[in-house]
């Protein structure tokens, strides 16, 4: 996984909806209102990690009954940590797998 600079048009706002998005204990919620938003969906930092959040959600969900949920739920953590950084957080397979359907 790596971290890139944050992009100089990305707001507290930005930050924010992106970091709610990753947040296990509220999962898929924030990140699903961030795509039904207009204003929010055509944000590309709140569209990407809404779509990368619920990806990573569904990944946690399905491999919970091997606890290796509760290790991407951990993980979803350090995740809503970075997003509130700003920075533009890339997952292994996940992030690509997204990008080449072009869901974001």
């Known amino acids: 996984m790596s971290q890139e600079p944050m992009s100089p048009d990305v707001t507290s706002d930005d930050k924010l909806w ?8 509220i ?3 924030p ?13 590309p930092y709140i569209k990407f990690n809404a779509i990368q959040a619920i990806a990573m959600g569904l ?9 290796i949920g509760i290790l991407v739920g951990l993980y979803m953590f350090y995740l809503a940590y970075l997003a509130y950084q700003g920075q533009e957080v890339k997952v292994p397979v ?5 990008k080449n359907q072009g869901w974001a």
Request: glycine content about 0%.
């Open 18 to 25: 992106a970091m709610l998005s990753y947040l296990p204990i």
């Open 27 to 29: 999962w898929p919620i």
């Open 31 to 43: 990140a699903v209102i961030a795509l039904l938003m207009e204003d929010k969906k055509n944000r």
């Open 59 to 67: 990944i946690a969900w399905i491999t919970s009954f091997l606890c």
């Open 94 to 98: 996940v992030t690509d797998f997204i």
